[in-house]
């Protein structure tokens, strides 16, 4: 049997997922199938439920305690809220880069490797030049390598900019070799300059990963995702190719959204 | 050019309301900066008064020698090693057991659930308990109960259970301190709450920790009423031998021989203050200087 038949071409499927916090019910009906190796943009206005999808798909909602779901949500065709279901192992398959980025107050080769050392069964050690091995590759492929390779050893919450932080935070889900990047307005705390380099980053990454992103910018759903979702109050309004959906949307609300005359 | 200014050199002139407005800002003003310098007042003259009237009893045979002629002289050694040896137990006792609890109220416990709820009210009644109340509670669960008898095992966990409060809200405010999305940041890439805790939450939550601990430390040289029942005595003329001896303390020490001796020279009790409140002085510098140290390398 071939490994490459073996892999789904569905990344993440959500299937009739409702999801309530507390009383208020956050997600109706939630039908999705996000596809492999692809970049897919989640935009609709705030609240409308983008974010809880995204928490979802690595189960950091639940650490809110109140909240409920009925549905499932199939991560590699295996339902990630089914019982037998280890937290660890999901998240070291699935990444999320955050709005704002989190660096961790230790050195940047200690954030790189941190989610490596963590997953490594107990008691092996790696050989020093592995692990060097590893932060470089991971450093090099979010194109932070040459700037940063001198000054591998400070803290990295101390001198770098928002930008070369959001790129450090990427770096670090790469040891791990994840299938999915989730990634929640990830450019939303950076300037210009900073969002094109990490949209081209996102760009990079394409086809290695699976990239779900999440954005307020119309313009970097546009740019930067091959596939589309819109949401609003909670529920998928429509889900296309990107092209077909800013050129021309199938709903009244999509239109109407990306023309931004409710937002 | 600036022919417009002089035309309209009546607007935004001070009306009564205002001069009135004014003057009462000055006054609250000054009012409120007397009594804050008024607080400053109680400290310089009790270290005034100490220094003036201690210092002469200071010397190094002071610190290094027993008590003699029925305390009325020699020196105060017994007792200043009885209160390293106390601070020392029930730091040994309350720090494991105090950040233990803080750990597990500020990473683990579900907020508002009633259990938490529970720990968290024994925690705030256990630091408003009077220490003389600690005492009996002491003398009954550690000397009778526990069979420990007057000791210092018994007294420095007397001292132990009165400063556990103070080290778990220290410790719990320390650990709260540490920004959320560092610990986001950990779970999210599988990192479990142990794993968080030790590579990240606890390496920064150190510095308050560290703070919380060594002012209880002062704390605990100074208490007096705890001891007392526990495990300190008068006066004994050898060092403990090991912790389940009694010991003297410089602060149960100086009570005794500023109200239970006649015929002390003025100058030892002030000696004896004067070592204490140094002691005191000094480690609280210690912990403010360690603080700055520590928070000033430490940015994010």
Known sequence: MNIQENQPDIAIRTVSLNLWYGQFQALFDVNLEIKQGIITSMIGPSGCGKSTVLRSVDRINERLGYVRITGAINVLDKNIYDVDVDLAQLRKQVGMVFQRPNPLPISIYDNVIFGHRIHRPPGSKLHRDEEDGIVEAALRRVLLWDKVKDKLQRKATLDLSLEERQKLCIARLLPVKPAVLLMDEPCSALDPKGTAAVEDLIWELRGEYSILLVTHNMAQARRTSDECVFMLMGRVMEHSKTDDMFVTPTRRETADYIEGRYG | ?300
């Open chain 2, 1 to 300: 050019m600036n022919s417009v200014s002089g035309t309209h050199s009546v607007r935004f002139q001070a009306e009564p309301i205002n001069l009135k407005n004014a003057q009462v800002q000055k006054l609250v003003k000054i009012v409120l900066g007397l009594m804050a310098v008024t607080l400053v007042i109680p400290v310089a003259l009790i270290i005034l008064t100490l220094l003036q009237k201690g210092s002469p009893a200071i010397s190094w045979q002071f610190l290094t020698t027993f008590p003699s002629n029925g305390m009325t002289a020699g020196g105060i050694f017994p007792a200043l090693l009885g209160t390293v040896w106390l601070v020392a137990i029930s730091l040994l006792a309350s720090v494991p057991l105090g950040v233990a609890a803080a750990i597990y109220l500020s990473e683990y416990a579900p907020q508002d659930h009633w259990l938490t709820r529970v720990i968290n009210l024994a925690t705030i009644n256990l630091a408003g308990v009077p220490s003389i109340v600690h005492a009996l509670f002491g003398l009954g669960a550690f000397v009778a109960f526990f069979r420990l008898g007057t000791s210092i095992l018994a007294a420095s966990l007397t001292l132990a259970v009165m400063t556990l409060p103070v080290v778990i809200v220290a410790s719990w405010e320390s650990l709260q301190s540490v920004p959320q999305a560092f610990r986001e940041a950990c779970w999210n890439m599988g990192a479990t709450r142990w794993q968080t805790i030790w590579h990240v939450v606890l390496p920064n939550a150190l510095t308050g920790i560290l703070t919380g601990i060594i002012l209880q430390v002062s704390r605990a040289a100074g208490e007096t009423a705890p001891i007392m029942f526990t495990g300190a005595a008068f006066f004994l003329p050898f060092l403990p031998s090991g912790i389940m001896d009694q010991t003297m303390a410089l602060a149960l020490h100086l009570f005794t021989i500023s109200t239970q001796v006649p015929g002390v020279p003025e100058e030892i009790p002030f000696g004896v203050a004067l070592v204490l409140f140094g002691i005191v002085l000094v480690v609280n510098a210690f912990s403010i200087w360690l603080r700055m140290y520590l928070r000033s390398k430490k940015k994010w």
